[in-house]
């Protein structure tokens, strides 16, 4: 059970930002126990791995805060955010130092479609709201709302590895958020259509 809770929560973080769970995986697997990875998986911790997904990370938090260039890097996370979320979930289910189950540790396909598929709807909710916000806030807003996304995965991932448990509630507070945030961005572009149609 905390396995899948981690792979949920990993999965949903990657929605935000591919590369922040990805390399916190890496790391606390290299430098830890927290997380032993299985031999299929093993390679998330190797110096290469680590080091791709920082310079990865480093690239998507400058692109992200740029008005437009976000809408781009968000339509190059489409195939990116839901792999990466497969990708995490797959690798912690199975590792057996979570829960010890043969069963997800034989197979690691079901927990890599579940998180591609949370993945994909975290993604899915962020793309959408990025342009609304950027249209709504003539693009200051996308600097903002970059850096929640980014410090959401962070405490998203931290939350999934060490204290599975509360992913539940972690994740009801994101979607929460992102719908709050959705219909205030929405609102504020009909009362602003509405005020230029008055001119």
Known sequence: MFAALTGAGLSAAAGLN???PFLLVAIVARFSDVITLPASFEWIESPWAIGGATLLLLTEVVLDKIPAVDSLNDIVGTAVRPTIGGVVAAATSSAGTLDNSTFMTE???ISAIGGGLIAAV???GKASARPLINTASVGLGAPIVSTAEDVS???LSLIAIFIPVLVIVALAVLAWVMWRLIR???RYGRRR???EALV
């Open 18 to 20: 591919a590369y922040v």
């Open 107 to 109: 197979n690691p396909w």
């Open 122 to 124: 975290v993604h899915a």
């Open 153 to 155: 995965s962070i405490g």
């Open 184 to 186: 205030r961005v929405r």
């Open 193 to 195: 259509r509405d005020a």
